[in-house]
Structures are given as C-alpha cells and as structure tokens.
C-alpha cells in the first residue's frame, strides 16, 4: 500500500547543478502536482498534470520542468538549481471523477541550496 | 478566483483544552472543502472533508468541522486536545470549475501539558 513515493528525502545541491526529484503513485491518479513548503508561505502549487502527456503551470512555474510520461510517474526537474530554491517538495495526486475527491501526498523531498 | 484564510498562524492550547482552528472561504459557488494535517516532518493527509448537505462533518481523531454557509466558513473543532494533535492544520477549498485546490496558509496547533 505505497500511495504516493517521493525520491530522494534529502539532497544538497550547489547553486547552478541539476537534479530531477522523482515522484510515482500507485493509485491510477490522473492528476498529479508538485507543491513547495516554505515558513509562512504555506504551500505552493509548482506544476500539475492531468494525465499523461498533459502538464500545465500553477503558481511558482519558474525555474523548473515537468513532464508526464506515464500516469504513475510525475518527475519535477531543477535545469539550474538557485538559493531561493531552498524549499521541502510535495508530491500530490488525486482522481478527477469527483471534485470533493482529495489529495493524497508523499512524504517530501527536503532540499538545500547552497 | 477563490482564496482561503486561515485566522491565527499559530495556536495554543493546554491539553484538555478544546481546539478551534479558523478557516473563511471565498467561492462564487458551492465549495468543496478539506481540512488537512500535517505532522512533523510528513506530508500532508486528509482530516475530514465536507460533503454537500451535511453541516458538521467528523474526521479522524475526533476533529469535527462545521460548515456555515452564511458565514463562509469551516471551522476546526476537536473538544479536548491531546499532545499529540500537535501539528499543522491546513484548511483547502476548490470549487465546481476546477480540482486544483486553493491551501490556506496554515495553523501550527501546540498543545502544552
């Protein structure tokens, strides 16, 4: 009964690297989405999905990529890491059959940049 | 465009106490509304969520919310509060046009013994 699997917990990144937080769900979620956490801003909506092959831009868009080539996968990608990503990620999905239908998160990828 | 405030960043009780956690809406139209919680160092998960017609709505570990539609409201309740319901409450609301929830921006709840 995994739900939904955040890769890796913790990382480190100095400012300019890249790296590719991974995200799958094993519940036949159609939409997925990538939040950020930070102090006093509550969460953020990064990018979402609403099946395969179908991404679109939420809030906080800039400075990362997405793509959805399968419904359980749902990978978030820092081309050039910065400072002001500091931030812990969560990974979101949910059915679309029913708009009372709720989120089901993952546990968080916790990142510094330094 | 629907937005959610959550009164209070931060909530302090004593163990026993009772616990409201405050959470006003704005939608032109029927919401749909969550309350989630957070423990440290954990994602997000479902406490309880309204379902239409109904307005007191039970979740998990005895957390009740009430919904007031003339209020705009969905206010956190629990009678008596344990430490360890210590954690972030986030209320979230999405309306009939789209399923991408709007999060409010959340409440830490701290119990003292």
């Known amino acids: 009964n995994a739900g939904v699997t955040q890769t890796p917990k913790f990382q480190v990144l100095k400012t300019g690297q890249s790296m590719t937080l991974q995200c799958a769900q094993d519940?036949?979620?159609?939409?997925m989405s990538w939040y950020r956490q930070d102090p006093g801003m509550g969460l953020r909506l990064i990018h979402y999905?609403?099946?395969?092959?179908?991404?679109d831009q939420g809030e906080v868009p800039n400075g990362y990529n997405v793509s959805r080539s399968t419904t359980e996968d749902f990978p978030l990608r820092l081309l050039s890491a910065a400072p002001s990503q500091t931030s812990v990620y969560f990974c979101?999905?949910?059915?679309?059959?029913?708009?009372?239908?709720?989120?089901?998160f993952g546990n968080g990828t916790r990142l510094t940049v330094t | 465009a629907q937005s959610v405030t959550q009164l209070g960043s931060h909530v302090s009780v004593s163990e026993g106490a009772l616990v409201l956690l405050r959470c006003n809406y704005s939608?032109?139209?029927?919401?749909?509304l969550f309350w989630y919680v957070q423990y440290p160092n954990q994602g997000l998960q479902l406490l309880l969520k309204?379902?239409?017609?109904?307005?007191l709505v039970k979740g998990i570990n005895g957390f009740e919310a009430e919904f007031k539609k003339s209020e705009t409201s969905f206010h956190l309740t629990k009678p008596s509060a344990h430490m360890s319901d210590a954690a972030e409450y986030f209320c979230?609301?999405?309306?009939?046009?789209?399923?991408?929830?709007?999060f409010g921006r959340g409440t830490s709840l701290i119990v003292h013994p």
């Open positions: 519940m036949n979620h159609e939409y």
């Open positions: 939608s032109s139209v029927p919401p749909y």
């Open positions: 309204y379902t239409t017609g109904a307005t």
């Open positions: 979230a609301v999405s309306d009939g046009g789209s399923y991408i929830p709007t």
């Open positions: 999905s609403v099946g395969a092959g179908i991404t």
């Open positions: 979101a999905s949910s059915t679309i059959q029913g708009r009372n239908s709720p989120l089901h």
